[in-house]
Nanobody
Framework: QVQLVESGGGLVQTGGSLRLSCAAS????????MGWYRQGPGEQRDLVAT???????NYADSVKGRFTISRDNAKNTAYLQMNSLKPEDTRVYYC?????????WGKGTLVTVSP
């Protein structure tokens, strides 16, 4: 089992920055893929970014150039640096871990970007 706990969400003005953290605990495999998804009310949960254990990244087009995903394998922690935030980035952000054909999710952290 894997447990994921997000932190770092909050309220920020348009153009501002936030850094989300995801602390993973439990049986973390060295080849686990970690990432972030986001979801608004009545919407599906959409990919924001993922990162492999070797540092290969993948981003949604809507966040390319503004968001940066990273991870510290020694600490089993993933990060999402969000810059130039827009009101349309307002969502609940969920940490994600994929390993051994299983998907794990955190409970989410709310990011609100005011106009």
């Amino acid at each position: 089992q894997v447990q994921l706990v997000e932190s770092g969400g909050g309220l920020v003005q348009t153009g501002g920055s936030l850094r989300l953290s995801c602390a993973a605990s439990g049986s973390i495999f060295s080849d686990a893929v970690m990432g972030w998804y986001r979801q608004g009310p009545g919407e599906q949960r959409d990919l924001v970014a993922t990162i492999t254990n070797t540092g290969r990244t993948n981003y949604a087009d809507s966040v390319k150039g503004r968001f940066t995903i990273s991870r510290d394998n020694a600490k089993n922690t993933a990060y999402l640096q969000m810059n130039s935030l827009k009101p349309e980035d307002t969502r609940v952000y969920y940490c994600y871990c994929h390993q051994a054909y299983m998907d794990y999710w955190g409970k989410g952290t709310l990011v609100t970007v005011s106009p």
